[in-house]
Every structure is written in structure tokens, then in C-alpha cells.
């Protein structure tokens, strides 16, 4: 897989080094650029170009026990990061050797007593956390309505980076698409009218339109009538003569 023109930057406050290093050298042996500096609201995030397709991806990452005891802050940081990237993915690590199962009654419990959160909220004495495999797959399908890209991982060295280049090809195999409109029956709001057809074209998520409409292309007839050379000052040359052809 060639990344030589793809930068990844891993959150600065990633307590989970292997992970990291694992990342970091996956990435690296695929020819991409990796720095390490502050991610808003996630903790990976994949710029740059692949197969000539513009990239501006937002990665998650939540071990199974930090997803149950931050899952009533998660939603807000997701809704922050679709704001601001184009594609966003919540990844959760499960390990099979911390989790149990009771089929009988739909439980998952995890067992955790050893987890740096979990020992410094319950004065090292360890804590059991259950959910039932029917609220957290709602949970997950919740995200994904969102338009959240949704993978759950059971944890080994390389599946991590390979989920990651799975993403990769994924946001980006739609490019060479023409323009499809989509229209929400149940949305009356102009503005999220337009950002519902918009993020149809091939390249464009919730950030770039946003971007669009602080110039003033805040409707189809807007993005429609604008020339390319406006579209390529806002968006860059080759972002926006991409999505300028794209509503031709």
C-alpha cells in the first residue's frame, strides 16, 4: 500500500505506547510521513492523498473498558469531530482474556482490576463494569447513523494498522463517482439540507462544507453556480477542482 503522500499524526496524549509504536511503524514501513503532535477531539488523524483522493480522517481509538467508562462524554467529542474532519471512525479494542460472556442473559462483563482509570476511581481495589451486548450495539449503531465509521477490533499487533488501511481504502474508493443527491424527508433545515447533498460528492464531508458555506456557498445553486477558480482558493487547487467537477 503506498502512503508516500499521506501524513499521519498520533495525539500527543496516547498512554498506550505499543499501540503507538505499532502504529507509527506500520505507517512508516508504507512510506507515509508520521508526527506526533495534538489531535482536536480524536486520536489519529490521516491527511494527504491516496490514489490521487484527498484524505481528511479522524480515528478514535477506545479500548473496551475506556469506551464503557467514557461513553457518556463520547458522543460529544464524536459530534465535535465530525465537525471537523471528513471522514470519522471509532475503532474499539475488545480482548477476549478481560471479557465474559453470560449468553444466557445477554450480559458482557469486563474485569478490569488492574486498568490505570479504573484503579484511580475506585482507590485501587478494581471495579467490574457490565453492560448488556444489546446497549452497546446500540450504542455503536447510534454512532453510525451519525455517519461515524464503526470497527470493532479484538486486539492483536497488526490488526490495528490494518484496520486503519482499511479505512484508508474505504473513504476513499467512492472518488472516481459522479455526484449523488440525497435528500432527507425528514429534515426542513436549509443549511442541513445542503450539508446532506453536499457530503454526496465524492471527497466532501461535514468540514469542508462548512468551510464552503463561511465563503458564502451555502446552497446547490451557490456551489453549482461558482466558478472553479473560487473553489480551488477556498479548498486548495486540486480539492476544488475535484469537487467542482464533481457538480458539473
Known sequence: MDLSSAIV???????????????????????????????????????????????????????????LLNRDKLPDRLFHALETYDTVALFVEMDSKDISYDTNNDTMTLISPTDYVVRQKHQNVGHIVTTTITQFENGMASFSKWGVECRTIFYSPRQIPYSMFALIRHSTKDSHKGLRLKYDKETNNSDAIFKNMMTQVPGVGVATVNKLMGYGIATLKDAVGTKVEEFERVLGKKKGNSVYMALR
Do not use: P, W
Open 9 to 67: 499524526t498520533i495525539d500527543t496524549r496516547e498512554k498506550d505506547q505499543q499501540r503507538v509504536h505499532t502504529v507509527e511503524t506500520a505507517f512508516r514501513n508504507n512510506n507515509a510521513s508520521v508526527t506526533l503532535h495534538k489531535c482536536e477531539y480524536v486520536d489519529y488523524v490521516i491527511t494527504g492523498f491516496y490514489r490521487g483522493n484527498e484524505m481528511n480522517i479522524g480515528i478514535e481509538y477506545k479500548t473496551f473498558d475506556d469506551f
